[in-house]
Structures are given as structure tokens and as C-alpha cells.
């Protein structure tokens, strides 16, 4: 089983809770329906005269059987009164304590079903630690591991950034080379594609177009270096849908099926993408090639912003997105723009900005290898600075958003399924990052207690149990523990 492919529903309802901010006021809404008047027969009015009071109204009419006739009406009722279900968050909103929070989580932690658990759970407001167990040994943390990936894009490339393919002017007349600029995202069928403000195939066909005839396509993959797999990956989950080889010019992740997040995938992404652009510009089948140096830019597109496609790749837990990210995480911070490098740059990036990575090691950077091994502690460790109530440390600002790019539970990404049952408590309460691998299953993310404090928490199983039915659900339980804890 691979990476959270069973949990997503087609076009989730995205939610926003009360964590992505402080002290911020819900917005109000009453809607009503007015219903449609009918006709007044003939026979009895033949015309009306109506004079009204804002209140205590009197209606005079006029009917053809005479004089005029007072009516009485009574003033309208007073507004409704609108108790809103959502409460602002605040620092100011009573603490939990390590008792308190002890108290909620022995019994959802003792559950069989979880088998060996590791975790934390934190109050980033005060920094305090609440909950531990065995927080820093390392564990497998399959796509949880997404957050760190996140949180060093967040921290080092600008959110504004995008990731731009061009076609290039090739060195003989009629040629044109595409060069792959690291976006995986590009839709080869508008209006089918998993990722917002995705960039189209036709868009960049028509451009090329516009500047002449073409004969023949080539494509340049030299944005990236080393393996497309990644360490201890399986090939088996190219037609899974977990993931698609890694390289720098590709359509819709690979997927074979776009409208699908858990889509299987071709083995051969570039080739079959440069294809396609072949066939609708009207040229035989594409060929590697490389682009010459000061070519002429003949057409371009550009994915979504950074910021944007963080918030995708954790939505949807999606493999090939995180690791083109951390490839441009790598070219940013001077490193080779592989596997080895993109990890090498993560980690560079968050102990730069003082996180420690004691006991951290990875080898990917969407978690999909089974031998990545990180502790619980590392992972809030991120989601506390990110979820501080001020923003006095600078490093809060630029995490901020990874609070919303996490799944709201029962309401959006991998987390739209879940939460029923015994978690039901923590519906639209939590927000968190998945992960699921072969006998490991993850949960990391912030959650608003009762009384309106925000806490964080990550946990992390090892169980041979079934996850669907028994794993998981026994994780939500403990986050949604949290959600009821109101343990000051």
C-alpha cells in the first residue's frame, strides 16, 4: 500500500479553520430565500394603493367596492440572533497541561491497532512540550515527511516564484527544442487536471506556432542530474499511481488518467509528453536533444506559484510535485538537482534556520522510501514555529502557509474520508499531513483544543494492522482526543 491513495474524494470540499491566524473574527453569514408572490384575483382587487410605516405599518387600499379600509399590520420581527459555530483562536485562551493532555491520550495511545507509536504533541504558543512518546527516536514517517520538504521551500525560494518551460530555437531550420524547466504540473487536457492554475500544452503549442513552421521536436532534460527513481523505490508503483520517474518536462505528474489524483502513470514521462506536443504542432515523434546556447525563446509557460503548488503537493500527497520542488530547492541553494541533492538541500535549509536534525535520515523528499527514518519531535518541532501566535520570529511568517496547505479533516485532500466514528469530534477541528506506507502510518499537523488553543502534534505507527480500517482510524482518534481535550 502507497502513499494515501485510498482516502482522497474527487473535488473535496476545502474548509478554513481558525489556525491559520489569531484572534480573527469569523465572518457572519444569514441566507434566506424569498419566497415568489402570487397573483391577486381580478375579480375582487382592481387596484391598490399601499402607504407604509417603516413600523406599526398602516395599508390603505382601495377596491371597487368603495372606501378606503384600514389594515393593521404588525411590525416585522427582530433579526435573528446568529451564534456562530466557529471561534477565533488565541494565545490568550486558557493552556493545556502535560497532565491534561496525559489524561486524554492514554487511552487512544495504548490502542492495539497502532502497535509501536512514537510521537509529540506541543503547545507552540508557550513552546511547551505536553505529550511524549518516544519523540526523538527515529521513525519511517512516509509522506509526513512532506512537511519538512514544505517547510524549506517556504523558507528559502520566494512564494511568488514560478517554474517556466520553454521552446527554444533549435540549431537546424525548422527545429525546436523544449526545454524542461522543472514543472510537472503542465496540462496536456485543459480543464483535467489535478493542479489549480496549471499551465497547458496548448498554450505553449500555440505560441510556437505563431513564429512558423516546425519539422522537428526535440527535448532537453539537462535541469536535472542522477537517477529519476529514487532510493529503495519500487517500480511497481509507476502503474500504482504513487509516482512517475523524475524528470524536468512531463504532463499532469504523468498520470495517465489527469482527473485522477491515484492515477497510474507512464514510465516514460518526458518522451511521452514531448510527443504529444509533436503531434499537435504537427511534426514526427520527438527526440532528446539539447538546446543551444542564446537560443531563441519561441514560446513559454509558467506553472503556479511556489506557494501554490506547496499547497497542492500536500492536499493531495502528491510524490512528483514534492520532488520537483526539492530539486528546486537544491538549484537555489547551489546543489546538484537529485535525489542526493535535494535532500542534502533540506536539511541544509532547516538547520540553517535552527531546527535540529538529530536522528534524521532521509533519502527522498516526499517520503516514499520505506527507509527514511526522522523523529516525531522534528516534525513538531516545524509545526510550532509555523503555528506561533505572533509573528515576531521571522521564520513564522514564512511557514505560515504550511498550516493551510494541510488537509482538513473530513473536508479536503487525504483527509476528506476520514474522521468518522469516534473521531467524528475532530471533523473540520484538525488539520494534518497523512502518510501511509506498508505497515507505517503518520499523522502530523495542528489541531484547535476546546477552549480555542492551538497545539500540534505528530504521531507515527509501525503496525501490521489493517490501516484502513484499524490504523488510521485509530490515529484520528488521538488527534480528535486533542480536539476535546480542554485539559487546563
Same mark, same amino acid.
Request: net charge neutral; aromatic share 4%; charged share 20%.
Given at each position: 500500500?502507497?502513499?494515501?491513495?485510498?482516502?482522497?474524494?474527487?473535488?473535496?470540499?476545502?474548509?478554513?479553520?481558525?489556525?491559520?491566524?489569531?484572534?480573527?473574527?469569523?465572518?457572519?453569514?444569514?441566507?434566506?430565500?424569498?419566497?415568489?408572490?402570487?397573483?391577486?384575483?381580478?375579480?375582487?382587487?382592481?387596484?391598490?394603493?399601499?402607504?407604509?410605516?417603516?413600523?406599526?405599518?398602516?395599508?390603505?387600499?382601495?377596491?371597487?367596492?368603495?372606501?378606503?379600509?384600514?389594515?393593521?399590520?404588525?411590525?416585522?420581527?427582530?433579526?435573528?440572533?446568529?451564534?456562530?459555530?466557529?471561534?477565533?483562536?488565541?494565545?490568550?485562551?486558557?493552556?493545556?497541561?502535560?497532565?491534561?493532555?496525559?489524561?486524554?491520550?492514554?487511552?487512544?495511545?495504548?490502542?492495539?491497532?497502532?502497535?509501536?507509536?512514537?510521537?509529540?504533541?506541543?503547545?507552540?504558543?508557550?513552546?511547551?512540550?505536553?505529550?511524549?512518546?518516544?519523540?526523538?527516536?527515529?521513525?519511517?514517517?512516509?509522506? *509526513?515527511?512532506?512537511?519538512?520538504?514544505?517547510?524549506?521551500?517556504?523558507?528559502?525560494?520566494?512564494?511568488?516564484?514560478?517554474? *517556466?518551460?520553454?521552446?527554444?530555437?533549435?540549431?537546424?531550420?525548422?527545429?525546436?527544442? /523544449?526545454? =524542461?524547466? =522543472?514543472?510537472?504540473?503542465?496540462?496536456?487536457?485543459?480543464?483535467?487536471?489535478?493542479?489549480? =492554475?496549471?499551465?497547458?500544452?496548448?498554450?505553449?503549442?500555440?505560441?510556437?506556432?505563431?513564429?512558423?513552421?516546425?519539422?522537428?521536436?526535440?527535448?532537453?532534460?539537462?535541469?536535472?542530474?542522477?537517477?529519476?527513481?529514487?532510493?529503495?523505490?519500487?517500480?511497481?508503483? /509507476?502503474?500504482?499511481?504513487?509516482?512517475?520517474?523524475?524528470?524536468?518536462?512531463?504532463?499532469?505528474?504523468?498520470?495517465?488518467?489527469?482527473?485522477?489524483?491515484?492515477?497510474?502513470?507512464?514510465?516514460?514521462?518526458?518522451?511521452?509528453?514531448?510527443?504529444?506536443?509533436?503531434?499537435?504542432?504537427?511534426?514526427?515523434?520527438?527526440?532528446?536533444?539539447?538546446?543551444?546556447?542564446?537560443?531563441?525563446?519561441?514560446?513559454?509557460?509558467? *506553472?503556479?506559484?511556489?506557494?501554490?503548488?506547496?499547497?497542492?503537493?500536500?492536499?493531495?500527497?502528491?510524490?512528483?510535485?514534492?520532488?520537483?520542488?526539492?530539486?528546486?530547492?537544491?538549484?537555489?541553494?547551489?546543489?546538484?538537482?537529485?535525489?542526493?541533492?535535494?535532500?542534502?538541500?533540506?536539511?541544509?535549509?532547516?538547520?540553517?534556520?535552527?531546527?535540529?536534525?538529530?536522528?534524521?535520515?532521509?533519502?527522498?523528499?516526499?517520503?516514499?522510501?520505506?527507509?527514511?527514518?526522522?523523529?516525531?519531535?522534528?516534525?513538531?518541532?516545524?509545526?510550532?514555529?509555523?503555528?506561533?501566535?505572533?509573528?515576531?520570529?521571522?521564520?513564522?511568517?514564512?511557514?505560515?502557509?504550511?498550516?493551510?496547505?494541510?488537509?482538513?479533516?473530513?473536508?479536503?485532500?487525504?483527509?476528506?474520508?476520514?474522521?468518522?466514528?469516534?473521531?467524528?469530534?475532530?471533523?473540520?477541528?484538525?488539520?494534518?499531513?497523512?502518510?501511509?506506507?506498508?505497515?507505517?502510518?503518520?499523522?502530523?499537523?495542528?489541531?484547535?483544543?476546546?477552549?480555542?488553543?492551538?497545539?500540534?502534534?505528530?504521531?507515527?505507527?509501525?503496525?501490521?494492522?489493517?490501516?484502513?480500517?484499524?490504523?488510521?482510524?485509530?490515529?484520528?482518534?488521538?488527534?480528535?482526543?486533542?480536539?476535546?481535550?480542554?485539559?487546563?
Amino acid at each position: 500500500m502507497r502513499q494515501d491513495a485510498s482516502v482522497r474524494q474527487e473535488e473535496p470540499v476545502r474548509e478554513t479553520l481558525p489556525v491559520s491566524g489569531y484572534d480573527e473574527e469569523p465572518e457572519d453569514r444569514l441566507t434566506t430565500d424569498e419566497p415568489k408572490k402570487g397573483r391577486k384575483p381580478l375579480a375582487v382587487v382592481l387596484s391598490l394603493f399601499v402607504v407604509a410605516a417603516l413600523a406599526g405599518a398602516t395599508i390603505y387600499a382601495v377596491n371597487e367596492f368603495g372606501g378606503p379600509a384600514a389594515v393593521e399590520t404588525k411590525p416585522p420581527a427582530p433579526p435573528a440572533n446568529v451564534q456562530p459555530l466557529v471561534k477565533a483562536a488565541t494565545a490568550g485562551a486558557p493552556a493545556a497541561t502535560p497532565q491534561g493532555v496525559k489524561g486524554v491520550l492514554t487511552g487512544p495511545a495504548g490502542n492495539a491497532n497502532l502497535g509501536t507509536l512514537t510521537g509529540s504533541v506541543v503547545d507552540p504558543a508557550s513552546g511547551t512540550a505536553l505529550w511524549q512518546q518516544g519523540d526523538t527516536t527515529p521513525a519511517t514517517p512516509a509522506s *509526513s515527511l512532506k512537511v519538512l520538504t514544505a517547510a524549506a521551500a517556504l523558507l528559502s525560494l520566494e512564494k511568488t516564484d514560478q517554474l *517556466s518551460t520553454k521552446v527554444v530555437q533549435g540549431a537546424e531550420p525548422g527545429t525546436v527544442v /523544449i526545454v =524542461g524547466g =522543472g514543472d510537472p504540473t503542465i496540462s496536456g487536457t485543459p480543464g483535467s487536471s489535478v493542479y489549480p =492554475g496549471a499551465a497547458t500544452l496548448d498554450d505553449l503549442v500555440n505560441q510556437v506556432k505563431a513564429k512558423g513552421a516546425v519539422t522537428k521536436v526535440q527535448f532537453d532534460l539537462s535541469r536535472y542530474a542522477g537517477e529519476a527513481l529514487g532510493p529503495q523505490w519500487e517500480t511497481a508503483d /509507476i502503474a500504482g499511481g504513487s509516482v512517475a520517474p523524475i524528470v524536468p518536462f512531463m504532463l499532469d505528474g504523468g498520470r495517465l488518467d489527469p482527473k485522477k489524483d491515484v492515477s497510474a502513470r507512464t514510465g516514460s514521462p518526458a518522451q511521452s509528453a514531448a510527443d504529444a506536443f509533436a503531434q499537435r504542432i504537427g511534426a514526427p515523434g520527438a527526440t532528446a536533444g539539447t538546446a543551444p546556447a542564446g537560443a531563441q525563446v519561441l514560446g513559454e509557460i509558467k *506553472s503556479a506559484p511556489i506557494e501554490q503548488l506547496v499547497d497542492n503537493m500536500m492536499q493531495i500527497s502528491d510524490n512528483v510535485l514534492t520532488e520537483a520542488i526539492a530539486r528546486e530547492i537544491a538549484i537555489k541553494s547551489g546543489n546538484e538537482p537529485s535525489f542526493a541533492g535535494g535532500v542534502k538541500a533540506v536539511r541544509d535549509v532547516l538547520t540553517k534556520n535552527g531546527f535540529d536534525l538529530t536522528g534524521a535520515n532521509f533519502v527522498d523528499g516526499s517520503g516514499l522510501s520505506a527507509t527514511n527514518k526522522i523523529p516525531a519531535k522534528l516534525l513538531t518541532d516545524v509545526l510550532a514555529v509555523a503555528a506561533k501566535p505572533t509573528l515576531d520570529d521571522p521564520r513564522t511568517a514564512k511557514l505560515r502557509p504550511l498550516l493551510t496547505a494541510l488537509p482538513v479533516a473530513g473536508g479536503s485532500g487525504t483527509l476528506a474520508g476520514r474522521y468518522g466514528g469516534s473521531a467524528a469530534g475532530g471533523k473540520g477541528w484538525v488539520r494534518a499531513k497523512t502518510g501511509t506506507l506498508t505497515g507505517v502510518n503518520a499523522l502530523a499537523g495542528v489541531v484547535v483544543d476546546v477552549d480555542g488553543r492551538v497545539l500540534v502534534f505528530a504521531f507515527m505507527s509501525a503496525s501490521n494492522r489493517n490501516p484502513e480500517l484499524e490504523v488510521r482510524p485509530a490515529l484520528d482518534v488521538m488527534a480528535a482526543a486533542l480536539r476535546g481535550c480542554g485539559c487546563s
